[in-house]
């Protein structure tokens, strides 16, 4: 289990200036990586027990999490 937070900025490194472009210009991809956001501190918050949780609470967060870094991959691949 990983203790390191998967920011958006970590995950795509060389899309950093896109994805604040992305976040100011397009309100469904602002919505999209804030919710990623949302979701990725609250399982860092889990992972870490601050926030302790059940199994399926997490696999589904993380599920949630998976399918919205597939669609701004998406973006940021068009």
Avoid: C, W
Avoid at 6 to 35: C, G, M, N, W, Y
Wanted: hydrophobic share 35%.
């Amino acid at each position: 289990m990983s203790h390191v937070a998967h920011e958006l900025t970590d995950e795509f490194p060389a899309k950093a200036q896109v994805i604040h472009d992305l976040k100011t210009s397009d309100a469904h991809f602002a919505r999209i990586a804030d919710r990623y956001h949302e979701l990725n501190r609250t399982l860092h918050r889990m992972e870490t027990n601050v926030e302790p949780a059940d199994d399926f609470t997490m696999e589904s967060l993380k599920k949630e999490r998976l399918r919205l870094k597939d669609e701004i991959a998406g973006y940021l691949e068009a």
